[in-house]
């Protein structure tokens, strides 16, 4: 009968001939953890801020609605409260998107310089693995040429 192969052990062999530091990919899944934490916390530094722009300009609204549903002397009083919420409502819209636009700013400067810090760290951390997987194949291949003496 034939006898099967053993490809575990096969596989082990081979495997064994080409060393792999695994440090290198421990690194990367820590940098890029890093860069996932401080990602999210830019996230949430921008919804925490977008949250308090929204909460700010809601209560302002309420307030000066209460100036509009208020019992009024004459017909004329009306138009002019409902024009001078409309014009305050105008006014609030324009502060508020600006708030809005410097929440998005500052994400956006903060998401350039993260990413642009994570480039330069996979960029060495790449560079390092490449060296150092270069000196063991090398090493390797050495081994494997040289006659045993």
């Known amino acids: 009968m034939a006898k099967t192969d053993d490809f575990t052990k096969m596989m082990k062999d081979m495997m064994g ?10 690194d990367a899944f ?9 990602m999210a916390k830019v996230a949430l530094e921008a919804a925490e801020k977008s949250t ?18 208020a019992v009024k002397e004459e017909p004329t009083d009306y ?12 006014e609030l819209a324009a502060e508020n998107m600006a708030a809005f636009a410097e929440v998005a700013k500052k994400v956006q400067m903060e998401t350039v310089e993260l990413m642009l810090a994570a480039g330069k760290d ?12 270069t000196d063991e194949m090398t090493k390797a ?9």
Do not use: R
């Open 17 to 26: 001939n080409f060393p792999m530091d695994m440090s290198a990919m421990q």
């Open 122 to 133: 996979a960029g060495e951390d790449m560079t390092a693995a490449a060296k150092k997987a």
């Open 79 to 90: 138009t002019k409260a409902v024009t001078d919420f409309a014009s305050a409502q105008a």
């Open 52 to 69: 308090e722009i929204s909460s700010k300009w809601t209560k302002e609204v309420l307030a000066k609605a209460s100036t509009v549903a």
């Open 141 to 149: 291949a050495k081994k494997v040429t040289t006659p045993a003496a």
């Open 30 to 38: 820590k940098t890029q953890a890093s860069l996932g934490e401080k």
